[in-house]
């Protein structure tokens, strides 16, 4: 092992190692994101056992660093002590497998894991608990972020809770109720500027930059860290047999990112033998990543996105290069899906009773996809990850529609006539 320090921050694209108390989501020297590296001391079946140990507890205690399931694998995201960790606790979502949405999918089995389940309804609580941290760690004054909703929600949550004033920045008339709704009642000051989520990411940077505000937008990469957890969780629930896909939903592609550094970490550090295949799914509206991939990513591509799968309409993503490895890495795929077939894989989620906002549908959609095109064969084991909770877009829900206002007995007749009809 080398003398180097067992957390770092290195810029993956010129080899500028900082420590870990940086403030900077972009190398300092040539712009390139920074990422955290590790060099756990412990490795293979050590490292499990230690995570295994901990998960066999994690439910017995309130303590919450010990119960979260992005702390429980701190040597890979990181160190810090627990008074500083700022933790709800997020992380522990259920692995379910429904037959009608394998059917729907065309494969024999199908497992959803829901991180929709986390305390504010989407995976990105995974990367804020480690952003309020660092930034407590590093004593930041406010945090910011530009966001399509989820983001600000988990955001204004966590600051709230480790006492860091926090503003974020979204998209007028394009965040759903629901998150809009979450993000100004945990208390974050929230500015809907006039534009569109990039807009508000660039500004987003220009505050952090002249004003000093620690960036918590996807960027930054102790956020990738915990998302990472995701994937560590996942590999764990299935006994560290390795699926032979994950697919998700791709919008800035920082959960991409994630995804593939976890496991390329998972299978350098010995949790895995075998890597699985990534599946990135953007909607047809917004996937200039999708585009970029059917040219061997000869060039980065930006456009103007256009989806109903607000989470995902993102036009120029952020972590593009990181994402590119993430695909390389793992001999990925990025498909496209149209919203009709979005809102198609989201009413089949949803009627199987476990439900998902628009974007999360976007990972089945795209499973379905490569099954019919034959990429995908219908006796492989996938994993589609939900994103987001149902509630999060109560405007989405359209594909069952409740009956007008009925007196009793009318309610009474109708039941009588539907169960009649058997
Ligand atoms: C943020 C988000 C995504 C997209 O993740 P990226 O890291 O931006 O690619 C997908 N679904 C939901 C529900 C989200 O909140
Ligand atoms: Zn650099």
Redo the contacts with the bound molecule.
């Keep these: 092992m080398s003398d180097l320090p067992a957390t770092r921050v290195r810029c993956p694209d010129c080899g500028t190692v900082l420590d870990t108390s940086t403030a900077e989501s972009a190398c300092p020297k040539c712009g390139g994101l920074l990422a955290v590296e590790h060099e756990p001391a412990l490795r293979g079946a050590a490292l499990r056992a230690l995570f295994d140990e901990r998960a066999a507890t994690a439910a017995l205690t309130t303590n919450a660093v010990a119960r979260s399931g992005v702390w429980r694998y701190r040597e890979l995201v990181l160190t810090a002590d627990d008074d500083t960790i700022v933790s709800h606790p997020e992380g522990n979502t259920p692995v379910v497998a429904r037959d009608a949405a394998a059917a729907y999918a065309g494969l024999d089995g199908l497992l959803l894991k829901h991180e929709g389940h986390n305390p504010t309804g ?3 609580d995974r990367g804020m608990t480690v952003a309020l941290t660092q930034a407590r760690r590093i004593g930041a004054r406010a945090v910011a972020c530009a966001s ?4 600000s929600a988990s955001l204004s949550a966590y600051a709230s809770q480790a006492g860091i004033p926090s503003f974020v920045f979204v998209p007028e008339g394009r965040v759903s109720a629901g998150k809009l709704a979450q993000t100004v009642a945990y208390g974050a000051r929230t500015l809907q500027i006039k534009g569109d989520f990039d807009d508000c990411l660039r500004l987003a940077r220009d505050a952090s930059d002249t004003l000093g505000v620690y960036l918590v937008n ?1 960027v930054n990469p102790f956020r990738i860290e915990g998302q990472k957890t995701i994937v560590f969780e996942l590999l764990q629930q299935l006994g560290w047999q390795s699926p032979d896909w994950i697919a998700l ?8 990112s994630a995804f593939g550094k976890a496991l390329s970490e998972a299978h350098a550090f010995g949790l895995i033998d075998r890597v699985p295949r990534l599946l990135a799914v953007q909607a047809a509206g917004a996937a200039p990543f999708a585009q970029a991939y059917a040219d061997h990513f000869a060039q980065r591509i930006s456009v103007r996105a256009e989806t109903r799968a607000t ?2 309409r ?1 036009g120029d ?1 952020a ?1 593009w290069d990181r994402a590119v490895r993430a695909i390389a890495a793992t001999n990925g795929v990025v498909e496209s899906v149209t919203d009709d077939e979005i809102f198609a894989a989201k009413a089949v989620i949803d009627r199987c009773g476990v439900g998902c ?1 628009p ?2 549908a976007a990972s089945v959609a795209g499973v379905r996809a490569l099954v019919a095109r034959g990429v995908i064969r219908r006796e492989e084991r996938v994993v589609a990850v939900l ?2 909770h149902l509630l ?1 877009d109560p405007g989405g829900n359209a594909s069952h529609e409740s009956t007008p206002p009925l007196t009793p007995d009318e309610a009474l007749a109708l039941l009588r006539e539907v169960i009649d009809q058997g």
């Design positions: 989407s995976f990105k399509t909703g989820n983001t996807s939903p791709a919008g800035n592609l920082g959960n991409t989470a995902i993102i993503p972590s906002e974007a999360s994103t987001g999060k």
